[in-house]
């Protein structure tokens, strides 16, 4: 086992809480592989990581999921500024470097204060827009982006949400 993995496995425990004192705790798959993307992340994206860590993880209610196809949009995963909340068929059909990706996109949303900051604005062209700003950050970090992620290297350099 190198180094990396052995930190990445040590992480990983420490994230999922296993072996603290309230003892071993057994996670779904899902949430398993999210824990693990984050203490991933601590490795190799330690600004992300750290910021990760901060927010909880959950399961997308129905009521959200329905609230993603009423507005034609596919269920992904959401943030509160406190909470990531995940649509679990999603991210079953990500790989682990996209599951750090998806993470560290909504994380962005929290760095950027997108939740507070929309105010009167479209809800969906505000995320769209704050989609773009990210995912340029997360490429330019080195992180992996998906098929049909909003993404434009030309389009950006640099620009802020507000100005997309």
Same mark, same amino acid.
């Given at each position: 086992?190198?180094?990396?993995?052995?930190?990445?496995?040590?992480?990983?425990?420490?994230?999922?809480?296993?072996?603290?004192?309230?003892?071993?705790?057994?996670?779904?798959?899902?949430?398993?592989?999210?824990?693990?993307?984050?203490?991933? &992340?601590?490795?190799?994206?330690?600004?992300?990581?750290?910021?990760?860590?901060?927010?909880?993880?959950? %399961?997308?209610?129905?009521? &959200?999921?329905?609230?993603?196809?009423?507005?034609?949009?596919?269920?992904?995963?959401? %943030?509160?500024?406190?909470?990531?909340?995940?649509?679990?068929?999603?991210?079953?059909?990500?790989?682990?470097?996209?599951?750090?990706?998806? %993470?560290?996109?909504?994380?962005?949303?929290?760095?950027?204060?997108?939740?507070?900051?929309?105010?009167?604005?479209?809800?969906?062209?505000?995320? %769209?827009?704050?989609?773009?700003?990210?995912?340029?950050?997360?490429?330019?970090?080195?992180?992996?982006?998906?098929?049909?992620?909003?993404?434009?290297?030309?389009?950006?350099?640099?620009?802020?949400?507000?100005?997309?």
């Amino acid at each position: 086992m190198s180094d990396r993995d052995l930190i990445l496995e040590t992480a990983y425990s420490v994230v999922a809480g296993h072996g603290s004192a309230t003892g071993l705790v057994r996670l779904s798959s899902d949430r398993a592989e999210l824990t693990r993307a984050r203490a991933a &992340m601590l490795i190799d994206q330690p600004f992300f990581g750290s910021l990760a860590l901060r927010l909880n993880l959950k %399961v997308m209610p129905q009521y &959200m999921v329905e609230w993603f196809l009423n507005q034609s949009l596919r269920p992904t995963l959401a %943030v509160d500024g406190k909470n990531i909340w995940y649509h679990e068929p999603y991210i079953q059909n990500l790989d682990s470097e996209l599951v750090k990706s998806a %993470v560290a996109h909504e994380v962005g949303h929290c760095v950027f204060d997108h939740t507070s900051r929309r105010n009167g604005r479209d809800p969906h062209a505000w995320n %769209v827009a704050g989609d773009y700003v990210i995912n340029d950050m997360l490429k330019d970090a080195g992180f992996r982006l998906g098929e049909g992620w909003l993404y434009n290297s030309e389009f950006l350099q640099g620009v802020k949400n507000d100005n997309v």
